[in-house]
């Protein structure tokens, strides 16, 4: 599982296993892999370890936590996006892709550099990930 | 704004008149509004470009002299911007960030952290910052609904390196960590200016509760740290029964150290020698106080105990 996360991540978006060297991954319920400390205590169990880094099933699905923390290392499967769908995107509103090398499942989606977290690519069109309690109406971008 | 003086009750202004320094100057700031601050969450982001990105917008913002990565601004939307967004800055309370600041070089040589009560996650997202996300943070709290907002915050400042716990830290289970923060359960007599209005909780009969319970968190505490251990006692509250009675209480009852605080340029005071009859202990000297006329900020206490 672990070294799945790790070549789904480098595969993907060009983020080197060298940037979780740090951290372990932990396995939990319905398929949520989290990155968290390198060590952590047996008792008393935690409710959570570290921050949820992917969900996997079917596909591999990152979060925008994760794409927040490390995406200044990716390199490709990035949408940048302008001022004004930077500010839909933190929204939750979907964006037209435009002109992008990335190809269609889950990207980066980044404004002047700034990772802003997933998006999901399919048929021109990207779709913001952003989990509804994170969303933000942005005055200032 | 005198509207809030008028709203603290006789009580608490005969408690307090007699062991501020200048009781007019404090009263009146209890009912002026307090800066709002935020820190740049260095897991994410840098001073620099943050503060390139702010003057960008226009904002003026002031970094405070005594840590480099906490800002004031007057600028109301600050919580509008895209680093609030992105949890490149944090918004806290200046004096919140005080514990964190005065562990930071023993943080980051600590191998594992426990937070007690962690909830909703300033200062241990804050001391994650400072170990740069390497080590162990537990972060404990009781209430399951604050752990939410603990969570939340974790997942947006990318506090990777802590694991969340929910347990009264009274039942926590024998361990020995090198560093442990109480930032205690209080009546929060301090925050007064940022919720415009004391709490209707505020009794002197909530406060000896508060107490008790302390009393109690504090010596379970000590018993969770490492020998060569440290601690970092703290509320947000001036009532002496939460602050230096409860450092002596500990001390009464462990063999604790109390060591010496100092915050270079931050206006820090002496703490109570006695109270309502109760001498405290010479070593309860270490201990200090935030005065929120004396810096502009909220009111605080705090007590860094070694083992
Ligand atoms: C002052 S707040 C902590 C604020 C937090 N340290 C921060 O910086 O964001 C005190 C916390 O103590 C928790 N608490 C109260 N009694 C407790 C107990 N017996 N064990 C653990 N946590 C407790 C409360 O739920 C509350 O979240």
New binding site residues.
Partial sequence: MKKEILHYFRERFGIPPSCFQTFSLYAASRGRIYVGPETTIPRPEPVSVGILAARTGNAIKPTTAILQLLGRHATRNIVRISRKDAEKFAGGQDLKAGETEATEGYVLVSYQDTPLGCGFLKGGTVRSMIPKAKRLQLKFL | MSTMVTGIPKVFRQRYASLVDDPEAFFSCLGSMQPRSFRVNTLKSGRKHVVERFEGYGFEIKQVPWYRDAFVSAEPDVGSTLEHFTGEIYM?ELV?ML?PVVLRKDLMKAKNVL????????????MAAIMGNMGLIVA????YS?IKA?KF?QEKTGAANMVITN??????PQHNFDIV?L????S?EGTIRKSCGISEMWSERHIKKLSS?QK??IVKAFDLMSPGGLMVY???TFAPEENESVVNHLVEKRPARLEEIDVPGFRLSDPLQEWRGETFSEKIKNCIRVWPHHNNTGGFFMARVGK
């Fill in positions: 806290q919140s514990p937070d007690g009560c962690a909830a909703p996650g300033s200062k241990a997202t804050q404990n709290d009781v209430s604050r603990l915050n347990l009264d830290l009274r039942n926590f923060l930032d205690a359960p209080c929060a319970l109690q968190l703290s509320t947000c």
